[in-house]
């Protein structure tokens, strides 16, 4: 597509159900990024795919967070067990080449837990 | 660790000039972006230096030391428009590569 695409846009849910994000991106962008963004916050960094490599999870706050990339293509982002502390919004970003370069961000799934 | 510090709030008046700081304390550096945030929208691209020295694009300038681990922003001839987060972003190339933001910092540009 033209641009990262993510979806939900907008997804509430209850404290201990599992959620699933998903981002689509750029075509032909190897690299791709979940990041973090609670209110007035900067961006978290949680989890790197870069091409072919075994991804960077490095930043996944606990074993709730997962996510897959399939094909080199689509990624799901996965919550299980959601707690109040999990809102905020997700960005998935994509990028040309795995070796660092201008990120193009989607418009983030905003994530509410009551 | 890896540590990017940026102020958390600055406020300019329309039509001035204003310089956002950024200093980081990082390993593996492979360069620095700028990205823009307005508010509940997503970040675009600014800027990028990997070389020391001044780049400069419109209205917008970036200038990297990385021996000093320092980097600014310069925006001039501040518009209402450039109302918006500032983010300080670190390339990092530590084995493999991943890009890590700073706190950002949120201009208020004022009449």
């Known amino acids: 597509g033209a641009g990262v695409s993510q979806s939900p846009s907008n997804k509430v849910t209850e404290k201990g159900k599992d959620v699933e994000l998903r981002c689509d991106p750029i075509?032909?962008?190897?690299?791709l990024y979940w990041y973090r963004q609670s209110l007035g916050q900067g961006l978290e960094f949680l989890i790197y795919?870069?091409?072919?490599?075994?991804?960077?999870k490095s930043g996944l706050p606990s074993d709730r967070f997962s996510a897959e990339r399939t094909g080199g293509s689509v990624s799901t982002l996965t919550i299980q067990r959601t707690q109040q502390e999990d809102s905020a919004v997700y960005l998935c970003?994509?990028?040309?080449?795995?070796?660092?370069?201008?990120?193009?961000f989607g418009e983030g799934s905003r994530l509410t837990v009551l | 660790g890896q540590n990017i510090d940026q102020p958390t709030e600055m406020t300019a008046t329309e039509g001035a000039i204003v310089q956002i700081n950024c200093t980081y304390q990082t390993s593996g550096f492979n360069g620095l972006f700028w990205y823009q945030q307005h508010a509940g929208e997503a970040p675009t691209f600014l800027s990028y230096?990997?070389?020391?020295g001044l780049e400069e694009k419109g209205r917008f300038s970036s200038f990297l030391s990385r021996s000093k681990g320092y980097s600014y922003l310069l925006l001039k001839e501040l518009q209402m428009k450039d109302s918006a987060s500032y983010l300080c972003?670190?390339?990092?190339?530590?084995?493999?590569?991943?890009?890590?933001f700073g706190a950002g910092t949120r201009l208020f540009v004022k009449a």
């Open positions: 970003a994509s990028s040309l080449n795995i070796g660092g370069g201008e990120l193009f």
């Open positions: 075509s032909g962008h190897t690299a």
């Open positions: 230096n990997v070389l020391d």
């Open positions: 795919f870069q091409g072919n490599s075994a991804p960077d």
């Open positions: 972003a670190v390339s990092l190339n530590t084995g493999g590569f991943k890009t890590i």
